[in-house]
């Protein structure tokens, strides 16, 4: 065979030295214009400035771009008239809250303090009977409230009226507030005959009950549960709570606990390595190791925020996407707003998890976080006036 018909032959140089470029017949390709409009960054893209032209270099070619020319046919892009079929997913329209805060909702996502879209669903989930709410909650609100027939007792954001059933079921009657339909009408229908003359639900955002028609002076106790976090002027509400209490009256609030449980800013960790020196309660060896331990980790605390919260965090579905706001306040927050309003805080309690810890290596390090970490914060105060 022979070898020489697969040499490969070297380029032939031009006259400049260079590789050969393309022939003067080849089309020439545009390059972009330096002159005309350029945006301006500083004012977001909105305004446009004058450039400098520059002028032709010839050192990029033998021949100057070629443009079409004026007299050239123009290109009018087509619009489309097909339609969408009768089944295909509709996109609700933008709706607007009557809330007295974030009230606009998206037509994809909503938005908003109230928890009225998750009425049925929050109502299904208050009716396990190893919830929080009925397992920790319930019974020491029912103790420091000390409800008893002839006392009234103020709901604020009441839901769909499982606290105020504890306490109409010690003789109290109850006025209950919440500035969503769903759940009054829920709380509404909950009693039945339970619910006497001297009990009214309505709704009303918190910081508006006495507009709404709750008398000044008409009650002796009022309560807050799992709902500060969820009140844009709560500060406000407190205001209006005092002028709804007779003098003396108590005031009981139960937060998610704000030093712990920070939306975002919080989490939980896991030291496998962890523990104290022997004798510390921490220190457990489990087959010849240590058990580790769990602990929670704060990124910010101080700082008030507000919070989106994804009711459904695992549904893929944007369109059945629901959100609901939570405002984080340090202690120093509600204490000063319970002394504006007129308050006087005599105790706070620190309420830990009921829950059982799942078998497993790290069970010990659960069953210490659960003991050590609370989730919850109660407020006791009294109107000073």
Request: glycine share 6%; net charge positive.
């Amino acid at each position: 065979m022979n070898t020489n018909n697969f040499k490969r032959s070297k380029p032939k140089s031009t006259s400049r030295g260079a590789s050969r470029g393309a022939p003067e017949s080849a089309p020439v390709i545009a390059r972009p214009r330096t002159s005309g409009f350029s945006r301006d960054n500083n004012n977001n893209g909105r305004s446009f400035t004058k450039v400098a032209s520059t002028a032709y270099n010839p050192a990029f070619g033998s021949k100057k771009p070629k443009f079409a020319p004026l007299s050239a046919p123009r290109i009018i892009p087509k619009v489309s008239t097909r339609m969408a079929p009768d089944n295909a997913p509709r996109i609700a329209p933008v709706r607007v809250s009557n809330s007295s805060s974030l009230n606009t909702l998206s037509p994809v996502t909503k938005n908003t303090t109230s928890w009225g879209d998750e009425a049925q669903w929050y109502d299904d989930y208050l009716a396990d009977s190893d919830s929080y709410q009925r397992q920790i909650i319930m019974p020491n609100i029912v103790r420091i409230i000390n409800p008893a027939p002839g006392k009234k007792v103020l709901d604020i954001a009441c839901g769909q009226g499982l606290f105020s059933e504890s306490m109409i079921d010690k003789g109290a009657s109850v006025v209950g507030v919440d500035i969503s339909p769903e759940l009054i009408a829920i709380a509404k229908n909950r009693f039945g005959n339970k619910v006497s003359s001297k009990d009214s639900f309505m709704v009303s955002p918190a910081d508006k009950m006495i507009s709404t028609g709750i008398l000044e002076r008409s009650c002796d106790s009022a309560m807050c549960i799992l709902a500060a976090q969820n009140i844009k002027e709560f500060d406000v509400a407190l205001k209006e709570t005092s002028k709804i209490l007779k003098s003396k009256g108590k005031l009981v609030i139960v937060l998610n606990h704000p030093c712990f449980r920070v939306p975002k800013q919080s989490d939980w960790h896991f030291d496998a390595e962890g523990g104290g020196p022997e004798g510390d309660p921490s220190y457990t060896i489990v087959n010849g190791k240590k058990s580790g331990r769990y602990g929670r980790v704060v990124y910010s605390y101080m700082s008030e925020g507000v919070i989106k919260i994804d009711m459904h965090p695992g549904e893929q579905d944007r369109r059945k996407k629901s959100y609901t706001t939570s405002f984080h306040r340090p202690m120093q927050i509600y204490s000063k707003w319970l002394a504006n309003a007129g308050f006087c805080i005599l105790r706070i309690e620190e309420w830990t998890s009921h829950k059982k810890s799942n078998p497993g290596t790290r069970e010990l390090a659960d069953k210490r976080s659960k003991k050590e970490i609370p989730l919850f914060m109660c407020i006791e105060a009294i109107l000073m006036d």
